[in-house]
C-alpha cells in the first residue's frame, strides 16, 4: 500500500496560469516533506521542501503547502514556465527514520507555450 | 564539480548474468544510497550508507549487494540478474544521514531478459 499518493499523473496547464501539484499520504507520522523535480534521462533534482511545524514555503515561484489534517500537500507554480515541464514527485520522511524517504509515483506536468 | 556520476547509462543482460553498477559523488557527502524507479512507482530504497565502511538494507534489498569502496565511490552489484530487476537506477547522496536533501545521479536503465 502507498505511503505517498500522487494520484494525477499527468497535468497539462498553459504558460503563465498556475500550475497545482497534489500529494496524498497515509503516515501522520511523517515530519518532513520534499518535492523533487526530473528531467528525462536526468536524476531528480531537490525542488523545494516543508517541516510538519509548518503550513507553508516559499521560494520564487514554488510554493509548498501542508495541511496536516487531511494528510495532503499541494505545489503551486506561478507563473508556469516551459522549461517547468517535468515529472515532480513529492517525498516524506520520518525523523527517527532519517535515511529513508517514501516518494509517491510522480506526476508528470506539461507546460504549454 | 560533477556531482554524482553513474556508470553505465544503459545496460542490457541476459537472465543470470552479473553485473555491477558504479557510483561516485564528488562532493564529500557522508551518506549515499542507491534507489530504483519502476513505472508507475516512487524511487524505492534498495540499499543506503551511512558512512564510509558502513551499508543497510532498504526498503528492497533482496538480489542485490552493495559495497562502499571509499567515501567517494559506492557500487551496486546484482550476483544474478532477473527480469524482475529490469528498471531504473538512481544513485545519490547527501551530507550526512539525517540531511534531508538528497543528490542524484542521472540513472542506469536496466533491462534483463
Known amino acids: 500500500d502507498q505511503q505517498v499518493k500522487q494520484n494525477s499523473p499527468s497535468l497539462s496547464v498553459q504558460e503563465g496560469r498556475i500550475s497545482i501539484l497534489n500529494c496524498d499520504y497515509t503516515n501522520s507520522m511523517f515530519d518532513y516533506f520534499l518535492w523533487y523535480k526530473k528531467y528525462p534521462a536526468e536524476g531528480p533534482t531537490f525542488l523545494i521542501s516543508i517541516s510538519s511545524i509548518k503550513d507553508k514555503n516559499e521560494d520564487g515561484r514554488f510554493t509548498v503547502f501542508l495541511n496536516k489534517s487531511a494528510k495532503h500537500l499541494s505545489l503551486h507554480i506561478v507563473p508556469s514556465q516551459p522549461g517547468d515541464s517535468a515529472v515532480y514527485f513529492c517525498a516524506a520522511k520520518l525523523d527517527n527514520y532519517g535515511q529513508n524517504f517514501v516518494f509517491g509515483p510522480g506526476t508528470r506536468l506539461s507546460v504549454l507555450p | 564539480n560533477a556531482g554524482v556520476t553513474q556508470t553505465p547509462k544503459f545496460q542490457v543482460l541476459k537472465t543470470g548474468q552479473s553485473m555491477t553498477l558504479q557510483c561516485a559523488q564528488d562532493?564529500?557527502?557522508?551518506?549515499m544510497y542507491w534507489y530504483r524507479q519502476d513505472p508507475g512507482m516512487g524511487l524505492r530504497l534498495i540499499y543506503y550508507?551511512?558512512?564510509?565502511?558502513?551499508?543497510d538494507k532498504g526498503e528492497v534489498p533482496n538480489g542485490y549487494n552493495v559495497s562502499r569502496l571509499n567515501k567517494r565511490e559506492f557500487s551496486l552489484r546484482l550476483e544474478s540478474a532477473a527480469p524482475s530487476q529490469t528498471s531504473v537506477y538512481f544513485c545519490a547522496s547527501s551530507e550526512r544521514l539525517r540531511h534531508n536533501e538528497q543528490f542524484f545521479g542521472p540513472g542506469t536503465r536496466l533491462t534483463v531478459l
Open positions: 550508507s551511512a558512512s564510509e565502511g558502513t551499508t
Open positions: 562532493m564529500n557527502h557522508n551518506s
